[in-house]
């Protein structure tokens, strides 16, 4: 083995790269596709792109991009969005930066974290670039066991990941029982609530997570620009907690993390809720599509409150081969411990129109 290698920190070593949905170009190359003619179906990216307002922010800013970023006015506004001092708010370089700078403050060799099996990558990733030890926690029906999660932490355990909704599996925890399992941690726990999908949730079953951050001061909540505003290209998101909590994520924040075009475009986003509602209108309407055809197949899918859906495919590693050579790409799940299911995110009408057509043909040549 080189030098080079084997002296690098051995909690590093050990570390699997993150895998990325596989990039359209990519597939492009590799079956010789035209780039136009694919489906992406695999990073839960909002098929409408971004709000036009955020995309004529944009545009307006790029003569400004000679000067180091100010990012006064985008914290400005998601503390008004959110009706919270702005002492209480991080920026991120996507919300990964978030979950990033949180494992830098809590985590190191000596320490631990606890997730949930098939729960968000990054947590194990975040955690184990420290040194920290990884408590990985049984799943329950595919999503979060908040009791047993609660029962695996140990005196060194500093943060406790949760995803609600979760990626991939797309599970939900009620608020009430959320909330309630919250209050039983003890207090030097960080709790990460990781709300990517928070938009998608549907009315009946929201409720404002961020009110808890006035009874629960190890709180952390994080949010994206990624998933419903259709920005996850410009890499941009925010952490809502405590003030002290916050400070300590700013000292080890690089000074510079949000570029101009990113916050320029987010302050706009938020001051488009009609491109938000339009969004999910779409998702609600495709995902009960998609579930009805997958009834009709005989195939099981996870009740999602997200941007995506994951099904139950027998011999789902052959059937997303079928689906990429058909120019479809969605997101096999065997890295989370799911080798029999694939995750779909919902796209426009005529992308899942595709990704369907795609599947009944993989299907029936398996
Ligand atoms: C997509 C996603 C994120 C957001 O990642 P960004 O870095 O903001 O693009 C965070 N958490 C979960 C669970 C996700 O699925």
Same mark, same amino acid.
């Given at each position: 083995?080189?030098?080079?290698?084997?002296?690098?920190?051995?909690?590093?070593? #050990?570390?699997?790269?993150? $895998?990325?949905?596989?990039?359209?170009?990519?597939?492009?190359?590799?079956?010789?596709?035209?780039?136009?003619?694919?489906?992406?179906?695999?990073?839960?990216?909002?098929?409408?792109?971004?709000?036009?307002?955020? @995309?004529?922010?944009?545009?307006?800013?790029?003569?400004?991009?000679?000067?180091?970023?100010?990012?006064?006015?985008?914290? +400005?506004?998601?503390?008004?969005?959110?009706?919270?001092?702005?002492?209480?708010?991080?920026?991120?370089?996507?919300?990964?930066?978030?979950?990033?700078?949180?494992?830098?403050?809590?985590?190191?060799?000596?320490? #631990? /974290?606890?997730?949930?099996?098939? /729960?968000?990558?990054?947590?194990?990733?975040?955690?184990?670039?420290?040194?920290?030890?990884?408590?990985?926690?049984?799943?329950?029906?595919?999503?979060?066991?908040?009791?047993?999660?609660?029962?695996?932490?140990?005196?060194?355990?500093?943060?406790?990941?949760?995803?609600?909704?979760?990626?991939?599996?797309?599970?939900?925890?009620? =608020?009430?029982?959320?909330?309630?399992?919250?209050?039983?941690?003890?207090?030097?726990?960080?709790?990460?609530?990781?709300?990517? =999908?928070?938009? =998608?949730?549907?009315?009946?079953? $929201?409720?404002?997570?961020?009110q808890w951050l006035h009874e629960l001061p190890n709180l952390v909540i994080t949010r994206t620009f990624s998933k419903v505003y259709g920005m996850a290209g410009l890499r941009i998101g925010?952490?809502?907690?405590?003030?002290?909590?916050?400070?300590?994520?700013?000292?080890? +924040?690089?000074?510079?993390?949000?570029?101009?075009?990113?916050?320029? !475009?987010?302050? !706009?986003?938020?001051?488009?809720?009609?491109?938000?509602?339009?969004?999910?209108?779409?998702?609600?309407?495709?995902?009960?599509?998609?579930?009805? !055809?997958?009834?009709?197949?005989?195939?099981?899918?996870?009740?999602?409150?997200?941007?995506?859906?994951?099904? @139950?495919?027998?011999?789902?590693?052959?059937?997303?081969?079928?689906?990429?050579? $058909?120019?479809?790409?969605?997101?096999?799940?065997?890295?989370?411990?799911?080798?029999?299911?694939? +995750?779909?995110?919902?796209?426009?009408?005529?992308?899942?129109?595709?990704?369907?057509? !795609?599947?009944?043909?993989?299907? +029936?040549?398996?």
């Amino acid at each position: 083995m080189e030098l080079a290698y084997s002296e690098a920190l051995p909690y590093v070593r #050990s570390i699997s790269p993150y $895998q990325p949905g596989k990039p359209i170009t990519e597939l492009a190359r590799e079956f010789g596709l035209a780039v136009g003619s694919i489906v992406k179906l695999a990073s839960n990216e909002n098929p409408l792109g971004m709000s036009p307002k955020a @995309r004529g922010a944009m545009l307006a800013e790029i003569d400004g991009l000679a000067r180091y970023p100010d990012d006064y006015e985008l914290k +400005r506004s998601v503390a008004e969005h959110h009706d919270l001092g702005m002492e209480r708010i991080v920026l991120g370089n996507g919300s990964n930066d978030l979950l990033e700078l949180i494992a830098r403050v809590y985590l190191a060799s000596g320490r #631990s /974290a606890v997730f949930s099996r098939h /729960a968000f990558a990054v947590y194990a990733l975040a955690t184990q670039a420290t040194g920290a030890e990884c408590i990985e926690v049984a799943a329950h029906e595919f999503g979060h066991d908040l009791d047993a999660m609660l029962a695996a932490v140990r005196a060194d355990t500093r943060v406790v990941w949760i995803a609600n909704p979760n990626n991939p599996t797309g599970t939900f925890l009620p =608020y009430a029982e959320l909330k309630s399992a919250l209050r039983r941690l003890p207090e030097q726990v960080i709790v990460v609530l990781d709300e990517a =999908y928070n938009a =998608y949730i549907p009315p009946n079953e $929201q409720a404002d997570t961020v009110q808890w951050l006035h009874e629960l001061p190890n709180l952390v909540i994080t949010r994206t620009f990624s998933k419903v505003y259709g920005m996850a290209g410009l890499r941009i998101g925010y952490a809502l907690t405590s003030a002290a909590i916050a400070d300590l994520m700013n000292r080890v +924040r690089q000074p510079f993390n949000c570029n101009n075009l990113a916050l320029a !475009a987010a302050i !706009a986003a938020l001051d488009d809720q009609a491109f938000v509602e339009r969004s999910v209108a779409l998702n609600a309407q495709e995902m009960t599509r998609l579930c009805t !055809a997958f009834g009709r197949l005989g195939l099981d899918s996870i009740p999602s409150r997200g941007n995506f859906i994951t099904v @139950r495919v027998p011999k789902a590693a052959a059937v997303n081969l079928a689906l990429l050579k $058909q120019g479809v790409i969605v997101r096999p799940l065997a890295g989370y411990g799911m080798p029999d299911h694939l +995750r779909v995110t919902i796209g426009l009408a005529e992308e899942n129109t595709r990704f369907l057509a !795609a599947l009944e043909t993989a299907l +029936r040549g398996r």
